[in-house]
């Protein structure tokens, strides 16, 4: 377990996530899923616990996998 710290990440629905990236809308949805599981992978062993605030409930599943809570 890391610090004493607790970590909250927002995560857009993926639909409308990285929406100025140059690219087709078939691309963005997966690419902002791999940076939100990339960048929470890598918080996980620092912290805590990693809470991610999100409406998506394809991101909640990932999360879940992980063993993150989402709100």
Known sequence: MGA???LVVP???LERAKSRLVG???DRPALALAFAL???A???PAVRRVLA????PSVVAE???LG???V
């Open 11 to 13: 995560v857009k629905t």
């Open 4 to 6: 004493d710290v607790d």
């Open 24 to 26: 087709t809308r078939l």
């Open 68 to 70: 993150v809570e989402s």
């Open 63 to 65: 999360l879940r996998a």
């Open 53 to 56: 605030v999100t409406s998506d």
């Open 38 to 40: 990339d960048t929470i």
């Open 42 to 44: 890598a918080a996980l």
